[in-house]
Nanobody
């Protein structure tokens, strides 16, 4: 009953857009920083973006900066990752994770989603 449920993944053409959602179940996102990670099989997991528990601070990796936007709606207990101008190299499994506290951090995330596949291909 305590989980993060991701949705919105799928197949999109290069240059297209996609919105990922991360909904908390069994708890509320209040007080948690929300982060998005991605991983290609055989490679290390990459932190893509995160947003502080207040929503006042965000971080984006250089590889996605200017193209991806992270947001949250605590009334819906849901985080979002808006992905624009998608490129083939964005293809990966995307994971949502939350970490109690203000800062996103690289480790110490309390809950993880199951991952959702994003494939960018013509």
């Amino acid at each position: 009953q305590l989980q993060l449920e991701e949705s919105g993944g799928g197949l999109v053409q290069p240059g297209g857009s996609l919105r990922l959602s991360c909904a908390a179940s069994g708890f509320t996102l209040d007080g948690y920083a929300i982060a998005w990670f991605r991983q290609v099989p055989g490679k290390e997991r990459e932190r893509v973006s995160c947003i502080s528990n207040s929503g006042r601070n965000t971080f984006s990796a250089d590889s996605v900066k200017g193209r991806f936007t992270i947001s949250r709606d605590d009334a819906k207990s849901t985080g979002y990752l808006h992905m624009n101008s998608l490129k083939a190299e964005d293809t990966a499994i995307y994971y949502c994770a939350v970490r109690k506290g203000v800062l996103c951090g690289l480790t110490g995330y309390d809950y993880w989603g199951q991952g959702t596949q994003v494939t960018v291909s013509a």
